[in-house]
């Protein structure tokens, strides 16, 4: 991998860390989605990056994908699963981590959050260059199940690339029996996700999140495409950059410019715990950038 490429992935992974760092400790009974996330979003520009997509606060049965809106009233409880998903982004190059947290430290869940903080240990220690995916799903679901629970068999970790977060790989939470190989000077991240239910997920509402789907040459001037390239971007990123941004985005939905994230939850409305780290698989070494 190029030296400065290099660097801008490292750079990004510190800066991700620091702000899931930052935003678990806002994150109290009575505090707003809306202000967490803005702060924890605004944590990341000062400190020179740009958010790798809107920070994710998805809570219980929610897996992920839920952002605040403009606006959004809603309140933190004592005894909320708070899922915490960011990253920060360098000239492109991402980082992804994420933490799970009980508000109010009520202590229910522990066992469920320690379990995939678990699974993502044993996964990367196992983590080599042409190491077979379905390994990697293997150790993360033996480690889960070992703690009675059920690894969510449709998420999973994914490959990382320039203004794509979610690249060709998938890194399943079980053995799929994928025996593709995890090639060298790959970056990726490995998600476990546990549940207290089914270990499966479908979609809810939309979360307020959005994605550029293909751009053309000739769109290279739309004001999305200028502010947030292909990467995922919050509705409330939207209203601070025009006025009628609600109108803006369905024509865009409409016209399948763009497409939204939906939040995803439990079959069972079980609980659901996360944990992720992102992981430069080099030749020589395997760095943990958010570690």
């Known amino acids: 991998m190029d030296h400065e490429i290099k660097e801008k992935y490292m750079l990004a992974g510190k800066i991700g860390r620091d702000a899931l760092e930052?935003?678990?400790?806002?994150?109290?009974?009575?505090a707003l989605f809306y202000d967490v996330a803005e702060k924890?979003?605004?944590?990341?520009?000062?400190?020179?990056?740009?958010?790798s997509f809107p920070v994710n606060l998805s809570i219980n049965n929610e897996a992920a994908h839920y952002t605040p809106f403009e606006g959004d009233k809603k309140k933190f409880h004592t005894g909320?699963?708070?899922?915490?998903?960011?990253?920060?982004?360098?000239?492109?190059?991402?980082?992804d981590n994420a933490a799970?947290?009980?508000?109010?430290?009520?202590?229910?869940?522990?066992?469920?959050?320690?379990?995939?903080?678990?699974?993502?240990?044993?996964?990367?220690?196992?983590?080599?260059?042409?190491?077979?995916?379905?390994?990697?799903?293997?150790?993360?679901?033996?480690?889960?199940?070992?703690?009675g629970f059920k690894p969510v068999k449709n998420l999973g970790g994914h490959g990382i690339?320039?203004?794509?977060?979610?690249?060709?790989?998938?890194?399943?939470?079980?053995?799929d029996g994928n025996g593709e190989t995890i090639q060298t000077d790959k970056v990726i991240a490995i998600e476990p996700?546990?549940?207290t239910g089914l270990g499966m997920i479908h979609n809810g509402q939309?979360?307020?999140?959005?994605?550029?789907?293909?751009?053309?040459?000739?769109?290279?001037?739309?004001?999305?495409?200028?502010?947030?390239?292909?990467?995922?971007?919050?509705?409330r990123w939207v209203s601070k950059i025009m006025d009628n941004d609600q109108e803006y985005l369905r024509k865009k939905m409409s016209s399948k410019y763009i497409s939204g994230f939906a939040v995803l939850k439990?079959?069972?409305?079980?609980?659901?715990?996360?944990s992720e780290h992102t992981i430069m698989v080099l030749g020589d070494e395997i760095i943990v950038t958010t570690a």
Request: cysteine-free; charged content about 25%; aromatic content about 10%.
């Open 161 to 175: 690339n320039r203004y794509d977060l979610h690249s060709e790989i998938f890194i399943p939470n079980y053995d």
């Open 22 to 30: 930052y935003a678990q400790t806002l994150i109290e009974p009575g």
């Open 80 to 95: 909320d699963l708070v899922k915490v998903d960011l990253g920060a982004m360098v000239d492109g190059y991402m980082s």
């Open 266 to 274: 439990e079959h069972s409305k079980a609980m659901i715990a996360q």
């Open 193 to 195: 996700f546990a549940s």
């Open 40 to 51: 924890a979003e605004q944590y990341i520009r000062d400190r020179g990056a740009l958010p």
């Open 206 to 235: 939309l979360g307020n999140i959005y994605i550029i789907d293909q751009p053309r040459k000739q769109d290279r001037e739309e004001i999305l495409y200028k502010n947030f390239n292909t990467a995922p971007f919050a509705e």
């Open 100 to 147: 799970t947290m009980e508000v109010g430290n009520t202590g229910n869940y522990s066992d469920l959050i320690g379990a995939t903080r678990e699974a993502l240990n044993a996964a990367i220690k196992i983590l080599r260059p042409m190491i077979s995916i379905y390994r990697i799903g293997q150790e993360i679901g033996n480690v889960i199940t070992s703690h």
